[in-house]
């Protein structure tokens, strides 16, 4: 069992947001932790998007803090060394899953999966969910309590000031992509507008007028 300082985090974000759209409802349930600048240390993401009773699209990643193309050392640390690609390979290995391809660039996860049971498939659904996918999650999230979440790094001024800018800019495509662009969709310009203001706070960002 891991205790995790306050000195370690930024903050947390947790959000479940219903939804009903016309062929249905989604659901969506995400989980963000950053850490602070006393670690360059990634952070953590979860999110499940599900949109029928049968399938749901799966983000699971460590958020890196650096260029991985231009810092191999952080890659090897954080990314292969603690052999990540294991869980996507069992979630991938499963008939119902394939890879999730994000249009944006912003989007690269450890695991990135869309789950399609198929008609009548919830049952096979909730078993995935239950099983491989909780174990999977599990680890994931062991792996960065161990790796990261307990992690110190020294670096010099400059280093950590690029990265807190790099953070900046993660929050606020965030912000952006995320946020700006669904909500007003599933809960009308007043309340999406109370909701991104009050996280956009806890971000400690500033969106660009438009």
């Keep these: 069992m891991f205790i995790i300082s ?3 985090i930024d903050f947390m974000l947790h959000s479940s947001l219903h939804c009903k759209v016309p062929n249905g409802a989604i659901d969506i349930t995400s989980v963000l932790i950053f ?5 360059d240390a990634p952070h953590f993401l979860m999110e499940f998007i599900q949109g029928s009773p049968t399938s749901m699209v799966v983000i ?3 958020l890196p803090r650096k260029d991985l193309a231009l810092h191999p ?15 996507r390979e069992k979630i991938e290995e499963l008939p119902q899953t394939r890879p999730y391809r994000s249009p ?6 450890a695991v990135s999966v869309t789950i399609d049971c198929g008609q009548g498939g919830e049952g096979t659904l909730e078993e995935i969910v239950c099983g491989h996918l909780a174990s999977a999650v599990k680890e994931v999230l062991q792996t960065w309590l161990h790796s990261c979440a307990c992690d110190t790094s020294k670096m010099v001024e400059a280093e950590r000031e690029i990265m807190i800018k790099r953070d900046q ?16 969709r599933m809960f009308g310009p007043d309340v999406s ?3 991104i203001a009050e996280i956009r706070q806890a971000f400690g960002v500033q969106l660009q007028e438009a």
Aim: net charge negative; charged share 20%; aromatic share 8%.
């Design 6 to 8: 306050c000195l370690q």
């Design 193 to 195: 507008g109370q909701i």
């Design 35 to 39: 850490l602070n600048a006393l670690t």
């Design 60 to 62: 699971l990643d460590l």
């Design 73 to 87: 050392e952080y890659l090897h640390k954080y990314y292969e060394h603690t052999h990540l690609d294991k869980q």
């Design 169 to 184: 800019a993660v929050r606020l495509k965030s912000i952006e992509v995320d946020l700006t662009a669904n909500l007003p």
């Design 104 to 109: 944006s660039l912003y989007v690269r996860s």
